[in-house]
C-alpha cells in the first residue's frame, strides 16, 4: 500500500484558498485553508475615486493589466454594471492582461472574451511579469497607456488624488522603455490576518507533522513569522511557487524548500513527490 499523501496547508486570500482546497482534494491531495494574506476592498476615499474614473474611461488604456485573481474581482465588483464594464473591454479594443492561468480564470469568469485576453503560454516556465512580457511586448507602441490593477497594504498613506503606489517596477519599467505610459489603480487592500486560535494551533501542528506549506507570495511568509513569534520550521516543508517566495521561505528557516509553478498539476506533482 501507497503511503497517505500529504496533507497541503494552502496560504492564498480566503477567496482563492478555498478554490485550491477544492481542486487539491478533487485530485486527492488532502488540503486545509490557512489564508495569510486578508484581502478586502479599497476603502480610502482616493483610491474609491480613482477606480469609479478608470471604470468610467476605458477607453484610455491599450490594455488593463491585473496583478490577480483579487484584482480583477475588486475591479468588477458585483456592486458594479458588470455586463457593461465587459462589453466596454470588447467594445474599445482594451486588452486585458493576466499573468498567471487564476487571474486568466477570475477574467473569464468576470465575463471578459477569451479573445480580448492575454497571459503567458500554458508552458511557460513561471507565471509572472517577466513572462506576461514575453506574449504582450508587441501590442505596446510609443504614447500607448496600461493601466495596472493592484492592491495596496491596508493603512497606507495615499494622498488625495493618489492611486495607491506602484508596486513592483519591473513590468512598468518594460512598457516606460517601449515607450509607454503607465498608470495604476489599487482596488483592493491587503494584510495582516488574525489567526483564530484553531488556526494558531493548525500552523503550529503543521510545521511538525509532514504538512507542506503552499506558499505563493512573500508577504504571507512574512505574515507567517508575525503569527508564530520564536516557532521552529526546521522540520517544516515548504512548497513555493516562485523562486522569491523560496528565498524568503529558506529565511524563515523552513528546513526543507521545493520550487514548481503555481499551476495545479505541477503542485500536485510536487506533492506526490514528497510522499
Not at 514575453?134 to 507602441?141: E, N, S, T, Y
Request: aromatic share 6%; hydrophobic share 45%; net charge neutral.
Amino acid at each position: 500500500m501507497p503511503p497517505p499523501r500529504r496533507r497541503a496547508i494552502v496560504t492564498r486570500p480566503a477567496r482563492d484558498a478555498a478554490q485550491w482546497v477544492a481542486d487539491l482534494q478533487a485530485r486527492g491531495v488532502p488540503a486545509v485553508a490557512l489564508p495569510l494574506i486578508a484581502i478586502g476592498p479599497a476603502t480610502q476615499p482616493a483610491l474609491q475615486t480613482a477606480l469609479q474614473q478608470a471604470r468610467a474611461d476605458l477607453c484610455r488604456w491599450r490594455a488593463l493589466m491585473f496583478v490577480s485573481g483579487n484584482a480583477v474581482h475588486y475591479f468588477f465588483e458585483p456592486n458594479q454594471a458588470l455586463a457593461l464594464d465587459t462589453q466596454a473591454l470588447t467594445t474599445i479594443k482594451t486588452r486585458a492582461w493576466a499573468p498567471g492561468p487564476g487571474t486568466r480564470q477570475a477574467l473569464l469568469e468576470a465575463g471578459v472574451p477569451a479573445a480580448a485576453i492575454d497571459s503567458p503560454a500554458a508552458d511557460a516556465e513561471q507565471f509572472d511579469s517577466e513572462s506576461l512580457w514575453l506574449q504582450v511586448q508587441p501590442q505596446v507602441r510609443p504614447g500607448d497607456r496600461v493601466l495596472v490593477v493592484r492592491g495596496t497594504t491596508s493603512g497606507a498613506s495615499v494622498e488625495p488624488g493618489g492611486t495607491g503606489g506602484r508596486g513592483r517596477d519591473w513590468l512598468a519599467q518594460q512598457i516606460e522603455q517601449a515607450g509607454g505610459q503607465v498608470d495604476f489603480v489599487a482596488v483592493y487592500e491587503r494584510g495582516a490576518p488574525q489567526l483564530t486560535p484553531a488556526q494558531q494551533s493548525l500552523a503550529q501542528q503543521a510545521t511538525v507533522d509532514g504538512s507542506v506549506w503552499l506558499l505563493s507570495s512573500s508577504e504571507a511568509v512574512a505574515h507567517l513569522a508575525a503569527a508564530l513569534p520564536g516557532q521552529h520550521w526546521q522540520a517544516a516543508q515548504a512548497l513555493c511557487t516562485h523562486p522569491r517566495i523560496a528565498q524568503a521561505a529558506r529565511g524563515l528557516g523552513f528546513g526543507m524548500v521545493t520550487e514548481c509553478r503555481p499551476a495545479l498539476s505541477d503542485v500536485v506533482a510536487s506533492i506526490e513527490s514528497l510522499r
